[in-house]
């Protein structure tokens, strides 16, 4: 008799699970998310150390605790001569991941002298993985993916940017 009941309360719990189930899927909605475009916010130089030349680009700057939090995330896309400027008050090791991050992208860490310390290259769209810069860093220069090696970057090179 107990097994009975125990299968017949298993069968109810079962099914009542399957018809919440299907129930749910009937009433699906789907939620659009309203495309973040870039607006910039300022200009940024890169002198390269080793030959002279110079890379220019847009940047978006994340200045604030709602823009550095935020970042590049929720973006579909990014021009090859734009990027996303991070300022921090203060200098210490950096550990950025790609949480909500739809576009793969090059970070380069920066020194208080604007000076690269390091590089986390081709990182992972909507990867969790920590991408730490390994020196301390006051700032954080986000661009696509790839572009570090297009441009041949190197650790001593240098940026300067002014904010409109």
Same mark, same amino acid.
């Given at each position: 008799? $107990? @097994? ?6 298993? $069968? *109810? *719990?079962?099914?009542? $699970? ?9 009433n699906? =909605?789907?939620?659009k998310?309203? !495309?973040?475009?870039?607006?910039? !916010? ?7 150390s080793? #030959? @002279? ?5 847009? *940047? !978006?700057?994340?200045?604030? #605790?709602?823009? *550095? ?6 973006? +579909? @896309? ?10 921090f #008050?203060? &200098?210490? !090791?950096? $550990?950025?991941?790609?949480k ?12 208080? +002298?604007?000076?690269? &310390? ?5 990182? =992972? ?22 572009? &570090?090696?297009?441009? @041949?970057?190197? &650790? ?9």
């Amino acid at each position: 008799m $107990f @097994s009975k009941r125990f299968l017949l309360l298993t $069968f *109810i *719990i079962s099914n009542g $699970f399957i018809l919440s189930l299907s129930s749910c899927k009937e009433n699906k =909605k789907v939620i659009k998310q309203t !495309e973040v475009t870039f607006k910039k !916010e300022g200009e940024l130089t890169i002198f390269k150390s080793i #030959d @002279s030349t110079q890379v220019n680009l847009d *940047i !978006e700057i994340a200045d604030t #605790d709602f823009d *550095i939090q935020t970042g590049l995330m929720y973006r +579909n @896309s990014m021009d090859k001569k734009q990027g996303m400027l991070f300022v921090f #008050d203060d &200098v210490r !090791e950096r $550990f950025f991941y790609m949480k909500n991050t739809k576009i793969p992208l090059d970070l380069i860490y920066i020194n208080e +002298n604007k000076s690269i &310390v390091s590089f986390q290259k081709n990182a =992972k769209p909507f990867d969790e993985s920590s991408l730490p810069s390994n020196f301390p860093a006051k700032y954080v220069l986000e661009i696509n993916a790839g572009l &570090v090696d297009i441009w @041949s970057l190197s &650790v001593g090179d240098s940026i300067s940017y002014t904010k409109h």
